[in-house]
C-alpha cells in the first residue's frame, strides 16, 4: 500500500506541471530550447494530450482506443530515433544512419520525434492539423534553415508514414473499412461477429457479460457494446501468443458454483460499504491511463536523468508492452465473456436491501440491490481478466527493467475536491500518496478495480504471473531493436 499523508496544498503532479510550463512557453515565453528540452515531454504530449480528452476519453478510461493511438506516436519516436543510434533497427522503416546523437544537443533528435508524431497525429486527429504544424513549428524555431534540421524533419516525416502504414492493417480495424465498409467506414468498429449473451434489459445467463446502460446527458442513455474486440486479434509487437501465459478459467462466476457466485458478489458490496476517501481518489488517478502510467514513466526517467535517447527508449518500451498486454486480455476477455459484478449483485438480490456506495455524495447507504453501481464507471467489456491490472503490472515490470530497480518513490498530490465522481466533495483536503516502488504502484492498480467495484478479485490476482512475462518479453524486444538484432 502506498504510504497516506494529508500535506498542505502544494504544485499538482508533475504531468500537469510540464503541460503548463510548455503551454506558457508556446504561447507567452521565449522559444522552446530544443537543444536542452525533451520535446516528447515539453512539447508533443502536452499537446495531444488535450485532443485526447476532447476526441476519445472523458476521463482517461477507453484504454483499447488510447493505446492504439499512444502507441503509434511513440513507434513513430522510436523509428524516427533509429537513424541516430550506432546500432537500433526501427520496426517499420529502413533509414540510412546519420550523424549519431550527441547528448549535449537534442535538436535533431526534438525535431525528427516531433515531425513523425505530426504525420500520425495528421492522419489520426485531421481536424486538429494546425495544433500539430504548430507543434513542429515551435520545436524546429528559427533553425529552418540549418541542414541537419531539414534532415531530420525528412527522418521523422518518413518514419511517421512508414509507422501508419505499417499498423494500419493490423487487425484494429483503425479505418473502419472491414466488414464491406469501404463506402461508409466504421472506424475501431467490430467485425469479428460478437454478440453479447444478455441486452441492457435481460439476463439470459448471468454466468455472462452484461451491457451496462449509460447516462448520456439530461434524460439520454444508450446501451454498452463490447468496445474492439478485435483488440485481441491485432498483430502484436513481441512474440506473445508463444509466451507462457497461464490463466484460469473464473470458475466463481460461474453461477452454477453458486456459493462461489454469491461470495464474490457479497465481497464486492463489502468493499462497497468500506469505501474510503483514499481508495476513491486512487480508484480515479488509475481509471485515468493518460497519467498513472505514462507520467510514472517520465517521473522515473527524470529522476534517472536519462538523456533523450534513453527516453524514448524507454518509454516505446512500456509502450510495447501495454499494447501487447492489451491485445492479451481483450482476447481473453472475449474468450470468457465473463459478468460483471453490477450484474451478479442485481441478479443475486433483486430488490432486496443491501449495504454499499449510494452514489456521489452519498456515502454508505442501504439500498434496493437492484439500484447499485461500481464507484467507477462500468468498462464497456467483458469483467475477466481486469486490463487496468494487467497494464499496470506489464508496464511495471518493463519499467523495473529499463530503470533496473523496483524502487520509483513518486509523490502523486491530490486537490482537495478534485474527483470527478465527486466533485468538490472528494477528497476532503489536499492529499498526497508516495509509491515507493514499481511492485507497490502495480498493486495498487490491481486493487482499485476491487475496491471501485468494477472487478472480481480472481480478475486482478490471476493477472501477476502472466502480466509480467508480457511486460519482460517488451523489454526483451525492444532491447533486441536497439542492440540491432
Known amino acids: ?56 476519453t472523458e476521463h482517461g478510461g477507453d484504454p483499447s482506443i488510447l493505446i492504439r493511438y499512444t502507441t503509434l506516436i511513440v513507434n513513430s519516436w522510436f523509428d ?25 544537443d537534442n535538436t535533431a533528435l526534438n525535431v525528427a520525434i516531433t515531425a513523425a508524431s505530426k504525420v500520425i497525429l495528421d492522419q489520426c486527429f485531421p481536424t486538429h492539423a494546425a495544433t500539430w504544424a504548430a507543434m513542429l513549428d515551435l520545436v524546429v524555431g528559427e533553425q529552418a534553415g540549418n541542414a541537419a534540421v531539414q534532415e531530420a524533419i525528412a527522418i521523422g516525416t518518413e518514419a511517421g508514414e512508414e509507422v501508419w502504414y505499417g499498423r494500419l492493417n493490423d487487425g484494429m480495424n483503425h479505418e473502419g473499412t472491414k466488414g464491406n465498409r469501404e463506402s461508409m467506414p466504421l472506424p475501431f468498429a467490430d467485425y469479428t461477429g460478437y454478440e453479447p449473451v444478455n441486452t441492457a434489459f435481460k439476463v439470459n445467463d448471468p454466468s455472462h457479460w452484461q451491457p451496462a446502460i449509460e447516462r448520456m446527458g439530461t434524460g ?21 501468443w508463444s509466451l507462457d501465459l497461464p490463466l484460469p478459467t473464473p470458475e466463481k462466476s460461474n453461477i452454477e458454483n453458486r456459493d462461489d457466485y454469491e461470495a464474490q458478489a457479497k465481497e464486492v458490496l463489502n468493499k462497497s460499504a468500506d469505501l474510503t476517501e483514499m481508495q476513491k ?40 508492452a501495454i499494447f501487447d498486454a492489451g491485445i492479451w486480455v481483450w482476447a481473453k476477455k472475449k474468450e470468457f465473456d465473463a459478468v460483471r459484478p453490477f450484474t451478479a449483485i442485481a441478479h443475486l438480490y433483486g430488490d432486496r436491501p443491501i449495504k454499499a456506495w449510494g452514489g456521489p455524495g452519498k456515502g454508505t447507504v ?23 491490472a494487467c497494464l499496470c503490472r506489464a508496464h511495471s515490470s518493463v519499467m523495473q527493467d529499463f530503470m533496473g530497480t523496483n524502487e520509483l518513490g513518486w509523490d502523486v498530490q491530490f486537490e482537495a475536491g478534485s474527483s470527478f465522481v465527486e466533485p468538490g466533495i472528494t477528497p476532503a483536503e489536499n492529499m498526497a500518496l508516495r509509491f515507493e516502488t514499481w511492485d507497490d504502484f502495480a498493486d495498487v492498480c490491481g486493487s482499485t478495480g ?29 532491447r533486441g531493436l536497439i542492440s540491432g538484432n
Open 1 to 56: 500500500m502506498p504510504r497516506l499523508q494529508m500535506t498542505p496544498y502544494g504544485p499538482l503532479w508533475v504531468a500537469v506541471f510540464l503541460m503548463f510550463c510548455a503551454r506558457a512557453e508556446a504561447q507567452d515565453g521565449p522559444q522552446y530550447d530544443p537543444v536542452n528540452g525533451n520535446a516528447a515531454i515539453h512539447v508533443i504530449i502536452p499537446n495531444v494530450n488535450p485532443v485526447f480528452f476532447e476526441e476519445v
Open 80 to 104: 524516427a530515433a533509429a537513424p541516430y543510434h550506432p546500432t537500433a533497427e526501427a520496426v517499420f522503416s529502413d533509414q540510412s544512419k546519420v550523424a549519431p546523437y550527441d547528448s549535449k
Open 220 to 240: 439520454k442513455y444508450r446501451s454498452q457494446l463490447f468496445v474492439t474486440p478485435q483488440y485481441g486479434q491485432v498483430f502484436p509487437y513481441t512474440d506473445l
Open 281 to 320: 481518489i486512487l480508484s480515479e488517478f488509475f481509471e485515468n491511463k493518460l497519467y498513472s502510467l505514462p507520467v510514472s514513466a517520465v517521473v522515473a526517467s527524470l529522476k534517472k536523468g536519462n538523456n533523450l535517447m534513453e527516453f524514448i527508449h524507454m518509454y516505446f518500451a512500456q509502450e510495447v
Open 366 to 388: 442501504r439500498m434496493p440491490a437492484s439500484n447499485w453501481t461500481s464507484y467507477l464507471p462500468v468498462g464497456d467489456h467483458p469483467e475477466y481478466p481486469s486490463g487496468s
Open 450 to 478: 476491487l475496491w471501485s467495484g468494477v472487478h472480481f478479485e480472481a480478475s486482478v490476482t490471476n493477472i501477476k504471473a502472466p502480466c509480467t512475462t508480457i511486460g519482460l518479453a517488451a523489454a526483451a524486444y525492444v
